[in-house]
């Protein structure tokens, strides 16, 4: 709707200047978001790293981009499978590309609460036993 393109595409002046207020309210807020991306994506990394993926850490994205194991080929397959053992799922790499490079490729988010993480991570080892 309209009042909601005005407020998400084009916020008012006002509005921007009391956000940028509350997110600087706190000076080590985004430390501890760092720090606590820090150790979802080690987290995550090593429980996929025992499951064969490989990981292409960027080092500060809310996301791992990954290699699937080797024993897949296509990440789209790969994907389809998971969800229905396991009710789990990334994003294949062909869904970012044109070319056929990618379709190995999956990433994987890592933006949720601990123990959503976590149960994600034990699913995807139980439907990959």
Known sequence: NNAANVIYVCPSTPLQAALSRVLM???NYYDRLRD???????????ALTDLGFQIYNSGSAFYLWTRIPE???DALKFNEMLMEKAGVA???GSAF??????????RICI??????????LEKLRTALR
């Open 97 to 106: 590309a044109d070319s056929d490079d990618w379709d190995s490729y999956m």
């Open 111 to 120: 933006a949720r609460e601990d123990l959503i993480l976590e149960g994600a």
């Open 25 to 27: 309210a706190d000076a």
């Open 71 to 73: 024993e897949f080929s």
């Open 36 to 46: 606590k991306f820090d150790q979802k994506r080690r987290f995550a990394s090593d």
């Open 90 to 92: 990334g994003v294949p």
